[in-house]
């Protein structure tokens, strides 16, 4: 038997009059008319703090016909019967809403044993539990039938927690031992991941110490874009009789050097502490200091290959007399012997002006690879460095894009490989002019017969009318080519004065200073008596030498006067 059916069978046993006398479900006056059993709608049990039975029952009054009310036809006019509600004939609705109130005051949760459990559904037979049901109807949120089935489904679960309580416990156990073999495999693949990744780092470290035996693909910052580029113009170098490279590997072979020895003379550093070259300053002619670089000797020994094997072979252009075989000042000034206006230009910073792009692109051009081109112009060209002491360590610190060093062997024939196209322009536009023109390193001559000019007085005079516009093309086109004219440099020389070019006097014919032979003359004079080393005022190291190569030089310019301080020379005592 069900516990509402308890209830009812309670309910139809009960003494009338248990409940509070005088009131209907509502708490309303009895009509007349009504059964008795409306009359005893609800009591309540046996319930309080000292009671003997905790136990409650819900006492609910079975359906009773509506009682016919004892009025006038007028009356029912005015007095028209109040809605019920639907609940009230309920098998189940024994309280009204006022009487679960007082109910529930009177009821201690904490007495009950289902208090606080969230993982069961209570019994009907909890009095907590029945007035919560008689509220969830009376509010029309539930229904008998669903309340019903609510506390079936809790009774099951009552009666089989046990069994579900093991079975959660087992199904924990299965499901920690499923995370434990995850985490096992988790971890097992962790570690193979890890060693997977150790042996791919192991094989490229050892890809990497190979590769670095045997090629070279990075050679410092900003430079090592075209190291990878391993195309070389056969048909070009072959046909110029250059040797055929088109890799690092084969430049170090060439060179007769391991590859890293050759990555380590190419590499480029913004600061080092032991750079490739030895940095020293001599006093220039027109004033302040110039600064010499001179290779070591691992590098001076690439550097003479390059030239002996690559540079020598390339043709530079009949203007260039600096630095070319079979050519020297001397052949230079000759150019310019007897004219009647000559100028002199000079190059501003020749060689610092040639950086590593020009030289690089040089090799290119003759048909090396980008590659072999990039490690030639590593080798031949360098960084102007400043000196500087951090953390009482010594740097030599990079301050300016590479270019040609002064001292290098190399640096002459690239200038002049370099400078080939601003030859050919210059060369063309003063031809067209009646100009000729002539380079010797960063000295630009030019010199042409004089003309007859208007002198600005309503005379003539000789000189030339085309001066101004030769200086504005040259400087355009000097301009165009990369390269700078110097302004403090720059002479107009005309017949009535001393006209020189390197050195030379070249008015009637080729001479040098009469300033400088005599003093060669009187050092050779007064030597025969005070010997050679009180005459060295200026403490110029190889003293004797110095004049031997004085005298040699005369030599080549003014033959007959070299012949007599030869002369003098000899008669000096040892």
């Known amino acids: 038997m069900g516990f509402w059916d308890k209830v009812k069978s309670f309910i139809g046993t009960g003494k009338p009059g248990e409940g ?3 009131k209907n479900e509502q708490g309303d006056k009895p009509q007349a008319g009504a059964s008795t059993s409306a009359k005893t709608s609800s009591t309540s049990t046996t319930s309080g703090a000292g009671g003997k039975n905790p136990a409650v029952a819900t006492f609910t009054a079975s359906p009773a016909p509506a009682a016919a009310a004892a009025t006038t036809p007028d009356k029912k006019k005015k007095d028209k019967p109040k809605p019920k509600d639907p609940y009230e004939t309920s098998g189940i609705l024994g309280l009204s809403a006022d009487e679960m109130r007082k109910r529930a005051l009177k009821i201690n949760p904490y007495q009950t044993a289902w208090i606080g459990r969230v993982d069961t559904i209570p019994p009907q037979s909890d009095e907590r539990t029945a007035l919560i049901d008689r509220g969830l109807i009376l509010r029309g949120l539930l229904t008998e039938q669903q309340l019903e089935e609510i506390h079936r489904v809790g009774d099951l679960w009552l009666k089989h927690h046990e069994a579900a309580s093991m079975a959660t416990v087992v199904a924990r156990k299965k499901a920690d031992a499923a995370i434990e073999e995850l985490r096992r495999q988790k971890a097992e693949r962790k570690a193979e991941k890890k060693r997977l990744a150790a042996e791919r780092k192991k094989k490229h470290a050892e890809a990497v110490a190979k590769r670095r035996a045997e090629d070279i693909i990075f050679l410092g910052r900003g430079v090592s874009g075209s190291l990878g580029d391993r195309r070389a113009n056969v048909e070009s170098l072959r046909k110029q009789g250059l040797p055929l490279l088109s890799t690092p590997a084969e430049v170090a072979k060439a060179l007769s050097v391991p590859i890293p020895r050759l990555r380590w003379l190419c590499y480029h550093n913004d600061a080092v502490e032991k750079p490739h070259y030895v940095y020293f300053e001599v006093p220039k002619r027109s004033g302040g200091m110039r600064l010499l670089s001179a290779p070591h000797e691992a590098l001076s020994k690439a550097q003479q290959w390059i030239l002996q094997n690559v540079l020598a072979k390339l043709s530079v252009e009949g203007e260039a007399h600096g630095f070319v075989k079979g050519r020297s000042t001397v052949t230079n000034a000759r150019a310019h012997l007897g004219r009647g206006t000559v100028v002199n230009l000079d190059l501003s910073d020749f060689f610092p002006t040639i950086t590593f792009g020009r030289v690089r692109g040089l090799f290119e051009s003759i048909g090396y690879s980008p590659a072999v081109a990039t490690i030639f112009a590593l080798i031949c060209t360098e960084s102007p460095r400043r000196k500087v002491v951090y953390d009482g360590t010594t740097y030599w610190v990079a301050v300016g894009e590479r270019g040609l060093p002064q001292g290098a062997c190399t640096s002459p024939a690239i200038s002049n490989l370099v400078a080939r196209k601003l030859d050919r322009r210059l060369s063309g536009m003063t031809r067209k002019m009646g100009w000729t023109y002539t380079r010797y390193a960063d000295d630009l001559t030019f010199s042409a017969a004089n003309e007859f000019v208007d ?14 516009i030769l200086l504005a093309r040259v400087r355009h086109i000097v301009q165009e080519e990369g390269f700078a004219i110097n302004p403090k440099k720059g002479r107009v020389q005309h017949a009535g004065g001393r006209q020189e070019v390197t050195g030379i006097v070249v008015n009637d014919k080729l001479g040098m200073p009469r300033e400088e032979v005599r003093k060669l003359r009187a050092i050779l004079h007064a030597a025969k008596k005070t010997g050679l080393a009180a005459q060295n005022r200026d403490n ?18 003014d033959p007959e006067r070299a012949m007599q301080l030869a002369k003098a020379f000899l008669e000096i005592p040892r």
Do not use: C, T
């Not at 190889?542 to 030089?553: N, S, T, V």
């Open 455 to 468: 002198d600005g007085k309503g005379g003539q005079k000789k000189g030339r009318s085309d001066l101004g």
């Open 20 to 22: 509070e006398p005088g």
């Open 540 to 557: 110029i190291p190889h003293f004797e030498a110095y004049l031997q190569g004085k005298i040699a030089y005369l030599n080549m310019v």
